[in-house]
């Protein structure tokens, strides 16, 4: 049985083994999400297919990268979109792809 690690709604993700950004943890979002431009900044552009998405501002095209991250200690390979979070919280969004994999519990009322 595979131990699982606690996350809370905003963790701590590493790019690079030395770029450390807040992340938002969203169950409800399928996809994981990166600022389109912190994700050139940090060398992923190549771009690996794209998608349809839809949300509250309605249905787009995103390019989606393959990118490695750390989270909590744990080294994931995952698709990300590229979308224009520049006017959010968050340059990074962690969905439904990453969290599905079975390696997290996430505790809302946990702090990072």
């Known amino acids: 049985l595979q131990k699982m690690s606690i996350i809370g709604l905003v963790e701590k993700v590493i790019f690079n083994k030395e770029t450390q950004l807040n992340a ?3 169950t409800g979002a399928t996809m994981s999400s990166i600022d389109i431009k912190l994700a050139h900044e940090l060398g992923f552009k ?3 297919r794209q998608i349809k ?3 509250a501002h309605g249905r787009s ?4 990268v393959l990118i490695q991250l750390n989270i909590s200690g744990i080294l ?4 990300f979109s590229l979308a224009d979070r520049s006017h959010m919280r968050y ?5 439904q792809n990453i969290l599905n994999k079975g390696f997290f519990l996430i ?3 946990l702090k990072n």
């Not at 095209?61 to 989606?64: A, G, K």
């Not at 340059?91 to 969905?95: D, M, W």
């Open 61 to 64: 095209v995103r390019d989606i």
């Open 76 to 79: 994931i390979k995952e698709e």
């Open 91 to 95: 340059q990074v969004l962690i969905g």
């Open 24 to 26: 938002r943890i969203d």
């Open 107 to 109: 505790n809302p009322k």
């Open 53 to 55: 998405v839809r949300n």
């Open 46 to 48: 190549k771009k690996v």
